[in-house]
């Protein structure tokens, strides 16, 4: 026998209490069930943050919160052991706390307003300007010498940022400059570009090597030592075409390596280089040095296009005869320089007397 299903009939049949699949969704928290918890066991949320709605006493802490850029960026700069300084129009338009303490600028009002020149060296101040572009564009740094309130050269190194300003011409002068708290002990020692034992260690080692002789066997004949102060009389020509570091660091490298090891090579503060010869036998050993100095300065700095002249001014001390002491040995060298440059030739050498 055939039968047929009303397959409407059916579906009319269904008991009344079953409700439609979206409906047992809807009333999903009317029954306690957390569906989130459900698909997603390890309770990270699976709705995107920009939808969700807060009903006023549900809204975050953060919802109304009006929070500055500036005040969250100010501080950080201002307590920054980095030196900043922006500069705007050539004028200094604000300079954090690191700047001021390295420059010995006691009230930021005095700075604020101030020429940038005040505070930097002239010759270094034409290179910047000429340079500032390619620091804003290449993040090129540059040494450059700041004059504190006091009349002390300190030598920062410096990366340019520029500062969008439709009426001016604005960037900021960030330094890699640490505080001294936080730099290494040696870098107060040597100098940072050459490498070099920096003046105050030079010091140091002249008056070890007096001692030195001092402190003999008086039946021992004393030792010589001599003091030079050498000064490039031609450093503001290479400034101006850029390669004022390039020959400070050649020439401190071929001295290094030419010189006998026991002999310090060390960089000034006013003039170019200082050289300490201890352990010399007699006056003709000292000659055969400072001939072995005049062909090193002859021979000039070459890079990869040509070799520039030098012209080197020296001046020379020597101990026991007639300076005794360290202090003594630095002033004759000082005064027989300034001689020096008072003669003419491109490599010239005087000595104290």
């Not at 006998?260 to 352990?279: C, E, F, H, Q």
Request: net charge negative; glycine share 4%; with cysteine.
């Amino acid at each position: 026998m055939k039968t047929e299903i009303d397959l409407e009939k059916i579906t009319d049949d269904r008991p009344a209490n079953v409700e439609d699949a979206v409906g047992l969704l809807a009333q999903a928290s009317r029954y306690g069930v957390d569906l989130d918890a459900l698909e997603n066991p390890n309770g990270v949320s699976l709705v995107r943050e920009e939808n969700i709605s807060f009903d006023n006493k549900d809204k975050p802490f953060w919802y109304n919160l009006d929070v500055k850029l500036g005040d969250l960026i100010n501080p950080l700069i201002n307590d920054s052991e980095r030196p900043m300084v922006l500069v705007s129009d050539d004028r200094i338009a604000y300079c954090n706390q690191a700047i001021m303490q390295a420059l010995d600028i006691k009230n930021s009002k005095l700075a604020v307003g101030e020429p940038f020149l005040a505070f930097v060296d002239k010759e270094d101040w034409m290179v910047l300007t000429t340079n500032i572009g390619e620091m804003l564009t290449s993040s090129k740094k540059m040494r450059i010498r700041m004059r504190t309130a006091k009349g002390k050269i300190v030598p920062l190194e410096f990366q340019a940022i520029y500062l969008p300003d439709s009426s001016h011409f604005s960037f900021i002068l960030v330094s890699t400059h640490l505080s001294k708290a936080s730099r290494p002990f040696f870098n107060n020692l040597y100098d940072d570009l050459t490498g070099l034992p920096n003046f105050f260690l030079f010091e140091d080692r002249v008056q070890t090597a007096v001692n030195n002789e001092n402190y003999k066997d008086a039946r021992l004949p004393k030792d010589l030592i001599a003091v030079l102060a050498v000064n490039i009389e031609n450093m503001e020509n290479f400034r101006k075409l850029h390669l004022e570091e390039f020959v400070l660091k050649k020439m401190a490298g071929t001295l290094v390596l030419s010189l006998k090891k026991n002999y310090t090579v060390a960089r000034g503060l006013k003039y170019s280089l200082w050289i300490l010869m201890p352990d010399l036998a007699n006056g003709y050993e000292l000659d055969l040095e400072l001939k072995k100095l005049r062909s090193i300065f002859n021979e000039g700095v070459s890079d990869n296009f040509t070799t520039h002249e030098l012209v080197v001014k020296l001046g020379v001390s020597v101990f026991p005869n007639p300076a005794r002491s360290s202090k003594k040995l630095i002033e004759q060298a000082i005064f027989a320089l300034k001689k020096a440059q008072e003669q003419e030739g491109s490599v010239t050498e005087l000595f104290g007397r």
